[in-house]
Every structure is written in C-alpha cells, then in structure tokens.
C-alpha cells in the first residue's frame, strides 16, 4: 500500500485509525480519527512531514516502503503532541541522516517527550524556507494550535499548507482527497470546539499569516484534505470572532423532573421569543456536542437539582469543561430546584472563573416548580433575549 497521492511528488503517508473513540481520556471520537503523515520530494531532498501516532507507526514505514524510500533528510515537525510525534524515535533510528525541522520550542518538548539528541535538530525561525529542488518549505510560527510550540508548514509552489492540528476534525474516512468540506464540516466544528477553542484568541491572532496564503489545499493532521480552503477559513472566522450567535445553550441534571420541566420550559419560552437554543441532558448527552454548541452561543444556562448541598456532579463537571473551552458566551445562568438548601448558584459561578459572562439573575424553584418560578423563568428568558438582542 503506498498511501493515498495527493499529487506527484506529494503522498499521504500516515494511518487511519477506525477505531479509536476517545482521545486524551476525554474527548469523544464517534468517527474515529486519522493520523496524517506526508511524503514530499523534490529534485533534491526528500521530506516527511508529521509522522503518526506511535501505534501506527507500522503503517507509517509500510508506506514509505512501498514508495521506494530508502532515505528521508527532514522531518518536519509541526506539533510536539505524540499523535504526530510518537513515531519519531523508530523514524530517526530507520533514516540516520534526517534532521527533524521544528520550532526552537518545538525542540525542546520533542526532547522533553521523546528524548532526542540535540544533534538531530535543525530549529527553524519562523518564515524560514528549506529548499528541496524544485519545491520549496516555509515555516510559518503559529503558537498555540494547539501547544505553545506549534507552527504549520506551507509547500510554496504547490500552495498547500500543512496545517497540523488546525483544520483538523477526528473523522476517519477511506478517501481523504474525495470528501467535500461540507461533508465533515461537523466533525470540523467539533474538533475546533474540542481542541481549539481554548486557544481561541491566540489563533486570532495568528490566522491573518494563513490566510494571506495563496492556497488551493490544506492538508491538516487529522481528517480528510481540504479542498476548499476558502471555505474552511469562513467557518473559522466566524468561529474564533468575538461575536456570538443569538442562541443559547442550556444543560441540565434533573432527579426527579423539576428541574427538567424548567428546563423544557425556559427552551420554550427562548423560542418564542426568537432566541435559538440547543438543550443537552447531562446525564446522556455527547459532551462533544455540547462543546460545538458552546463554539457560537451567547448565553450558556445551566441547570440542577440541589445534591448533598450543592450542584449535581454531572453539572459541575459540564460547568469544568466550559471553563476549560473558554467560550466566546457573554452571559450565563443558573436554574434549577432545590429541596432543603445549599448554593448551587455560588458553586457553579465559582467554576467558571474563565468564561468572561455576566451572571444573569438565577431561577431555582423549592421542590416543584410553580407559577412563580414559571413567572421567573419567562422574566429569564426576556432578559436573555434583550441581551441578545445588544449583541455587536
Ligand atoms: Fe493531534 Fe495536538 O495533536
């Protein structure tokens, strides 16, 4: 098997992972994922950019068997994270002349992770070209997408961009040329939300270098290519913006239905009052998707029964993950019913530290909810949709 041919010269040389369905112990991967791994030749030198996760490796030498390589003088190192690194001890004892290419930071994690001898290093600044013979390599710096130390690399006279982890989605699919950017776009989104959107503000300002790019593919590290740049740079622009969508996202816990039947009724009443909403059930929910609906919403709504005085774990662990993710929303609040006591709402609040919202006045109901809380929660959602309606 020699991979999959992008064009000649450039060959997709990495793995397809179908099975995998969770990474870093935490984010879900119903589509599995790929590990993407490229063979470039010029007339002079040959390159590998990425290599794959370190399981796959196999896969990865199969390939570079198959098309005849019997010496590689780069890797190009785009991420120090072991999904594109791992198999670089094996590729450097395999190719003694190669020099991995990779930010000054970059090498040090890389020595950090993988314990690389200082000899096999070339750092690259960013803007720095390498030629091939006939085909030339830009490093252009880009932290933070998704460790501090990352760049992307650009194939200057095919104008494709490598643009590791960003771009990416953790979609396995056989072709990875034949997919349409709308087919995956979902799976784009979510992998922006999972993986990216913490860093949204540092890739805003990184994103112009990119997109100054003359491009005709990207080719991430994750995911089918990209043959539609133009559209993935839209979806981002929107995505990493400071300006969120009317919607709101509302997840909840509910023991014994009061805090449900708030729930269903603030959806309702943000409807009828034109306000989008994505409601999630914590206790079943896919946390993938609530961190996409996270990507655009304004306002994030949460809501719990009171447990052993405070929030249900299920929320305060959905509440944990919004502040990691850092979304864009501006407002937020908390409803829920509680029998005999506790601060929820403090509790709550207190572990979004990150998320840069105004806390709009909570509705929390003693036992079941009735016409007063029915009342607050129709005065909520005419204060969210009055927010909303101020967006700019
Ligand atoms: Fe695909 Fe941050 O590694």
Redesign the pocket.
């Known amino acids: 098997m020699k991979g999959q041919v992008i064009k000649d010269g450039v060959t997709w040389v990495g793995a397809i992972d179908w099975e995998r369905r969770l990474f870093d112990e935490l984010i879900p991967l119903p589509d599995g994922t790929t590990y993407n791994a490229y063979l470039v030749r010029g007339s002079d030198k040959t390159v590998l950019i990425d290599t794959v996760d370190p399981l796959f490796t196999e896969a990865l030498t199969s390939h570079l068997e198959a098309n005849g390589v019997t010496r590689v003088d780069y890797i190009v190192s785009n991420?120090a994270?072991q999904?594109?690194s791992g198999s670089l001890p094996m590729l450097l004892a395999r190719f003694p002349e190669a020099k991995i290419l990779t930010t000054p930071k970059g090498k040090g994690m890389l020595q950090d992770l993988l314990e690389i001898a200082d000899e096999r290093f070339q750092p690259v600044a960013d803007g720095a070209r390498v030629e091939l013979g006939g085909r030339t390599l830009r490093f252009i710096h880009f932290p933070f997408v998704?460790?501090p130390e990352t760049m992307v690399t650009y194939l200057e006279e095919d104008r494709i961009l490598f643009s590791c982890?960003l771009f990416?989605s953790h979609y396995a699919v056989g072709n990875l040329m034949g997919t349409s950017f709308q087919a995956f776009e979902p799976e784009t989104k979510r992998y922006y939300a999972e993986?990216m959107m913490p860093f949204r503000t540092l890739i805003a300002k990184s994103m112009p270098k990119v997109a100054a790019l003359p491009l005709e593919l990207i080719a991430p590290?994750?995911g089918p290519l990209i043959t539609d740049p133009a559209a993935v740079l839209r979806v981002h622009a929107d995505w990493l913006s400071d300006l969120p969508h009317n919607k709101a996202v509302l997840a909840f816990v509910s023991m014994h239905d009061s805090t449900r039947h708030m729930a269903r009724y603030l959806a309702e009443a943000l409807v009828d009052r034109g306000v989008d909403v994505e409601v999630f059930g914590l206790a079943s929910a896919d946390l993938g998707k609530l961190a996409m609906a996270m990507v655009d919403a304004a306002t994030i709504v949460l809501g719990t029964p009171v447990v052993a005085a405070g929030a249900h774990p299920l929320v305060a662990y959905a509440a944990s993950i919004a502040n990691m993710l850092k979304p864009k929303a501006r407002f937020a609040a908390i409803i829920g019913s509680q029998g005999w006591g506790g601060k929820p709402v403090e509790q709550l609040l207190g572990l979004i530290p990150n998320l840069k919202v105004e806390a709009l006045p909570p509705v929390l109901a003693r036992g079941l909810p009735r016409a007063g809380d029915f009342a607050a929660l129709d005065q909520l959602a005419d204060t969210i949709a009055a927010k909303h309606a101020t967006l700019n």
């Open positions: 991420h994270e999904d594109h998704h460790w982890d990416g993986i590290s994750h």
